[in-house]
Every structure is written in structure tokens, then in C-alpha cells.
């Protein structure tokens, strides 16, 4: 096992690697819920097409991981857990109230967030580290989730914020 003075910017790839690999597999298991629990057609729509999106996010981490010679194990990651019990504490805490779909709403862009931070960064470091190959698939889950966080943007600009305050 290689002490901390040996670990190099390979090792903390493949750590970051692990941290969104667990994160996607959690949030595939959150989206369902949520879809479940929001009134809004609209927000349910765009949490079933972010799960379909999901799915496709951790089988190019899966390739990645082969391209590293790597089994596609998670590390436990206390940031996505918080994120994700923040979501399910505002399921319970606003089930049936007019603000469930906004806090929701702004769970999801948290994770949103969370994962644009993770790829921006395992995107660099691939690049820094001259693998190609993982950085392209970074990058396309990359513009995949920017687009998935403007997407809710626009519904929180929308209805689901405006619905909140009317009631």
C-alpha cells in the first residue's frame, strides 16, 4: 500500500473517480423517489429523463475505470450522502405542501452542482494526465449535466417556484 508521500495525481484520479462513481449510483437510486413525490408533470419529466441520463453517466465511468485497469468500485462519498438526505428530509418534512416541488427542485440542482464540480475537475486532471479517451467521455457527461442544472433552472424560473409562493 503506498504511504501519502507516494500518491500522485494518478491516485487522486482514480479516488475522484471512485467518489462519482458511488455519488451516480446513489442518485440513481434518489430519482425515482423524487419523481414520485413532486406534482409537477414537468419536474417529474425532467427527473425521468436525468435518471435514463444517469444510467448512461455511469456506464462511461465504467469505461473509464476499464480504461484504467481498474475494477468500477465506489468510494463512499459524505458529500452526495448529505445532498441526497437533504432531499429525503425535505420529502418528509413538505410532503403535500405547495413548496415540496421548489425544495426538490433545489435538491436536485445541489447535486447538479455537486457533480458539475466533480467531472470539471476529473476532466482537468485527465487532460493534465493525458488520457484522451477519459476525457472525452468526461466531457460529455459534463455537457450533459450543464444542461441538465439550465433545464431546472428554467422550471424553477418557471411554474414550480411561482406555485410555491401562490400557495
Not at 465506489?74 to 416541488?101: H, Q, R
Amino acid at each position: 500500500m503506498p504511504t501519502a508521500k507516494d500518491k500522485d495525481l494518478n491516485d487522486l484520479f482514480l479516488d475522484t473517480l471512485k467518489d462519482i462513481y458511488f455519488a451516480e449510483k446513489h442518485i440513481l437510486k434518489a430519482l425515482p423517489k423524487m419523481a414520485k413525490a413532486v406534482h409537477s408533470d414537468d419536474l417529474r419529466a425532467a427527473f425521468e429523463k436525468h435518471e435514463g441520463e444517469t444510467e448512461g453517466q455511469v456506464e462511461r465511468l465504467e469505461k473509464i475505470f476499464e480504461l484504467l485497469d481498474k475494477p468500477a468500485r465506489g468510494k463512499t462519498c459524505d458529500a452526495i450522502v448529505g445532498i441526497l438526505d437533504e432531499g429525503k428530509e425535505i420529502m418528509t418534512e413538505y410532503k403535500g405542501t405547495e413548496a415540496l416541488d421548489a425544495g426538490l427542485l433545489a435538491a436536485a440542482q445541489a447535486v447538479e452542482h455537486y457533480e458539475i464540480a466533480r467531472y470539471g475537475t476529473l476532466k482537468a486532471w485527465a487532460t493534465k494526465l493525458g488520457m484522451a479517451e477519459a476525457v472525452r467521455l468526461l466531457d460529455e457527461t459534463l455537457q450533459q449535466e450543464h444542461k441538465t442544472d439550465e433545464a431546472l433552472t428554467s422550471l424553477a424560473l418557471g411554474a414550480v417556484n411561482s406555485e410555491a409562493l401562490a400557495a
